[in-house]
């Protein structure tokens, strides 16, 4: 029903715009309504029209710059938005969208200090807080994203992405126990919040408390069962436990469901090989090494390819030969 009234409203505006084709706030009420329904071209070229009509007009260089962002012109918008502010300088909403061009265009401190604004002019601006915390966060300033987050929590103690991700800055800077905490009143707040039940058994599985890692696991799997990465952490539980016909099966079903999966591919060709299943891994083995990794990673592997070889397991038979010795693994990892 809001979208039909919004659609009306469109109609009207454009009726109302056509009487009186020079009248820039009229124009401008058109554009807003338009963005409302999805007509983002129409409302940034009405928009324009609004701003050469009433170049003064903040709220029109506001509304141009959020018809101009949502299009993904980040450099016409920046120019809007500094417009808006230099006409609306006490505008903390103003301040924060200018902040969020900033941090889309990687000019991190300018961000800080745009979202900075507009928290010193509205204090209780959550979404301001919030996103100031994942500037702090990218500049790797992790103590000031953690306060950050948690001031948006005191303005909005329900804002459960805030808690989210003061969870996820607790377990960057090795505060487990903390993060695990976080996670699970996240949790608490949005039961079904998948991120948050896979970073949750990531940190038990850190803490060594497996078989909540499983729960964990588990549960996202029965919210979405085609979810490759719980599958392949169900794999890493499974083996810490010994369970490991079980883990081979869990790396199998990530596989299945995302190919690229380089990490799994390791992680399952290390299972394999454990099991004296070598030349099935050395499938894996040999794939991880062709995805786009870390280079170091790619030598270590191709060393331990190039050690199974130099044994005999790359020949031509079907017979499996032995598994190799701990200390032999331990040369090549």
Not at 91 to 114: K, M, P
Request: aromatic share 10%; net charge positive.
């Amino acid at each position: 029903m809001k979208h039909v009234f919004s659609r009306l409203r469109a109609t009207t505006l454009r009726a109302a715009v056509g009487m009186s084709p020079h009248d820039g706030r009229l124009r401008l009420r058109l554009g807003r309504a338009l963005l409302l329904i999805g007509h983002t071209q129409s409302a940034c070229r009405t928009l324009e029209q609004a701003v050469r009509l009433d170049p003064g007009c903040g709220e029109s260089h506001f509304a141009l710059g959020s018809a101009l962002s949502a299009l993904g012109c980040l450099s016409e918008a920046r120019v809007a938005f500094s417009r808006a502010r230099r006409l609306a300088p006490g505008s903390a909403e103003v301040a924060f969208a200018l902040g969020n061009v900033y941090f889309e265009c990687g000019e991190i401190d300018l961000a800080v200090r745009a979202y900075e604004s507009a928290i010193y002019m509205q204090p209780a601006y959550a979404r301001a807080h919030f996103n100031l915390g994942h500037a702090f966060k990218e500049n790797g300033r992790l103590v000031q994203a953690a306060a950050a987050f948690r001031k948006a929590l005191i303005s909005e103690p329900k804002f459960y992405k805030a808690r989210f991700m003061l969870a996820y800055v607790y377990a960057l800077m090795d505060l487990n126990e903390e993060a695990i905490e976080e996670y699970r009143k996240t949790i608490h707040q949005s039961p079904t919040y998948v991120k948050a039940h896979y970073n949750l058994g990531n940190c038990y599985l850190k803490s060594g408390q497996v078989v909540r890692a499983l729960d964990s696991y588990k549960t996202i799997l029965e919210l979405d069962s085609q979810h490759a990465r719980a599958h392949f952490a169900m794999g890493q539980a499974l083996g810490r436990l010994g369970e490991v016909p079980e883990a081979l099966a869990s790396y199998q079903e990530a596989l299945s469901l995302r190919h690229d999966f380089a990490e799994c591919h390791l992680a399952y060709a290390r299972a394999l090989e454990a099991v004296g299943r070598v030349r099935e891994a050395l499938h894996h083995y040999r794939v991880y090494v062709n995805e786009p990794i870390p280079q170091e990673q790619r030598g270590q592997v191709q060393a331990h390819i190039d050690l199974l070889f130099s044994l005999g397991y790359g020949g031509d038979t079907t017979t499996e030969m032995r598994v190799l010795s701990a200390s032999e693994v331990k040369r090549t990892w």
